[in-house]
């Protein structure tokens, strides 16, 4: 029989890797996690930094629907402000085109529609988190200034650009139309009509016309809101389908990463057996001589 006459090392060298499945025993069951460093499961600790990528990606996609949402929603509040502005105005134009009215009666009222005039350049220079929401692309830009040299009585300085955003692979929203589009199209333009309506008031000539233009003009702005309407949807159904999208990839991750907490449990109540006797081993070792084996 051959007797190892310095155990020491080895015991102490079973001890080390012992305690080195206790600590990691107790990190799965801390983080809940199997893989903790790449070294544990290299292929799976690959795949767990893929996932993690396109879960980040897609939260990044959520959080920016959010925010076009919030945008889209003021857009189309605001256009639904304007339409009732008009309707105002076409009932203002209605009531002056009465020939018993005065001249002082119709001034009253092109002094409303003046207000409503004014109302609806600020409606058309909606902003949503520090941008021109109509101003085409130009969104640090005002869209619409008053201009008492203009027939309109306003000057759009925006564009006919559009803005988009992606938001999520392949799938890239339109998020706005531009001021030149919905206000100031030829046969719809809003402000043209409005200031036609007080021309028409403040002279007693023309009301019934420039009425029948605000008429074309709500109805443009009407049909238009439509696009609003239809990018909501779409939003919508992009965001349950990111939403699907993270749980699944969280799923995933538990799947691929996820700690088997009953039998990590049971290793470490092993690991730590063996570690006490060990221990145990190394008090031994001292007094272990020759004549204990040949007893």
């Known amino acids: 029989m051959r007797v190892n006459p310095n155990p020491l090392p080895d015991v102490i060298a079973a001890l080390a890797q012992t305690q080195q499945q206790i600590n990691t025993d107790l990190q799965q069951i801390s983080s809940g996690q199997s893989v903790n460093v790449p070294a544990d499961k290299p292929s799976a600790a690959a795949e767990l930094i893929q996932?993690?990528?396109?879960?980040?990606?897609?939260?990044?996609?959520?959080?920016?629907?959010?925010?076009?949402?919030?945008?889209?929603q003021n857009a189309d509040s605001t256009l639904n402000s304007v339409i009732t502005s008009l309707r105002r105005a076409i009932s203002l134009g209605v009531e002056g085109g009465n020939g018993t009215l005065n001249s002082a009666d119709r001034a009253a009222l092109a002094t409303e529609v003046r207000g409503i005039q004014a109302q609806l350049v600020s409606l058309a220079n909606l902003t949503y988190q520090g941008n021109y929401v109509f101003a085409g692309t130009k969104t640090q830009t005002t869209p619409y200034v008053a201009?008492?040299?203009?027939?309109?009585?306003?000057?759009?300085?925006?564009?006919?650009?559009?803005?988009?955003?992606?938001?999520?692979?392949?799938?890239?929203?339109?998020?706005?139309?531009?001021?030149?589009?919905?206000?100031?199209?030829?046969?719809?333009?809003?402000?043209?009509?409005?200031?036609?309506?007080?021309?028409g008031l403040d002279s007693g000539t023309g009301i019934?016309?420039?009425?029948?233009?605000?008429?074309?003009?709500?109805?443009?702005?009407?049909?238009?809101r439509v696009f609003y309407g239809n990018a909501l949807n779409q939003l919508s159904a992009q965001q349950t389908y990111l939403g699907s999208e993270t749980t699944q990839l969280a799923q995933r991750q538990n799947t691929i990463g996820g700690a088997d907490l009953p039998s990590v449990i049971s290793n470490l109540t092993s690991a730590e057996t063996a570690r006490q006797a060990a221990l145990q081993a190394v008090g031994q070792t001292s007094r272990i001589d020759l004549f204990d084996f040949i007893k």
């Open 51 to 72: 996932n993690a990528g396109r879960t980040s990606e897609a939260d990044q996609f959520l959080r920016s629907a959010g925010s076009i949402q919030g945008e889209i």
């Open 147 to 199: 201009d008492p040299n203009s027939p309109s009585g306003v000057t759009y300085q925006g564009n006919s650009g559009v803005n988009s955003v992606t938001l999520g692979n392949h799938f890239t929203l339109q998020t706005n139309l531009p001021g030149s589009q919905l206000f100031s199209s030829p046969g719809g333009d809003m402000f043209q009509s409005i200031q036609d309506l007080i021309n």
């Open 208 to 224: 019934g016309t420039a009425v029948a233009e605000v008429g074309n003009a709500s109805n443009s702005i009407d049909a238009q």
